[in-house]
């Protein structure tokens, strides 16, 4: 079987748990995730079936999220898995200083990765360090951020005030960092108290399946994996069955396109055959699905 399944990971997974629990019921050893969400994340976590694992290197980049920041409190994970570190009175914040605020987190943006993160430094994992007990500070990063918006305030003492947000950016973005920085940059610290991913590779968390679906799909026989023609945002070229047979065995092919690109190759028979780059009159193979079309 080949395609993705656009899974609506729960909350207290980790994506590797929804991997294992993909392999499992679809009876598959080759099964991958198209970007890590933390175990109280929850939302779409694409999931690639069979061969389709080396396409997701190639679906769209651009993720969403809807998070919310609590204010006056932090901790070790910069999210309520962690131990308290500080905790404030943060009242006097309005949802126009936070809006002000967040201006600042828009555009391309260097950003430090949470401590307990899945960044490697020195071939090892930060979280694997911190719950060593050792301090290493992770290295800053280039992230984009296209998009802010303020989709909630909340501010109803006893309780800290709290924003909700939608956030579009690139990848490799760590909305933790956000939420801290956030905090520091008003004075008062803040935490990420939810997050819910809402698109990633080109899949929208509304057309998202959970596990309780999933399975009864499965049951009913009425399972269809995503096509990757569905998703994958290159052009599509379809080879005639000889020039299908060459691709797959790797060999280059004359195209009268000059420019560079990248295009996804399907035969006459709707086969997805992998992907290809135009280059220079030739079509070169970059990930070859299947050896003999």
Known sequence: MQGFINLHKPQGLTSHDCVSRVRRLMGLKRVGHGGTLDPLATGVLPIALGTATRLLPYLPQQKAYQATIRF???????????????????????????????LNFMGHIQQRPPAYSAIQVQGQRLYDLARQGQVVEAPL??????DIQILDWRSHPPQPPEVVVAIACGPGTYIRSIARDLG???????????LSRTLSCGMALANSLTFTTLEDQLQQGTFVPIAPSLILPQPMLRLAPLEAKRFCW????????ATTEIVQIWDQRDCCLGIGQIEAGLLKPKVVLISNA
């Open 250 to 257: 790797g060999q280059k092919l004359p195209q009268a396109e």
């Open 184 to 194: 520091v940059q008003l004075g008062t610290g803040a935490t990420l108290a939810q």
């Open 141 to 146: 990063r280039s992230v984009e951020v296209m």
């Open 72 to 102: 006056g409190l932090t901790t070790t994970t910069d999210d309520l898995a962690g131990e308290v570190v500080t905790e404030v009175e943060a009242h006097q914040l309005t949802q126009e200083a936070v809006g002000q605020a967040l």
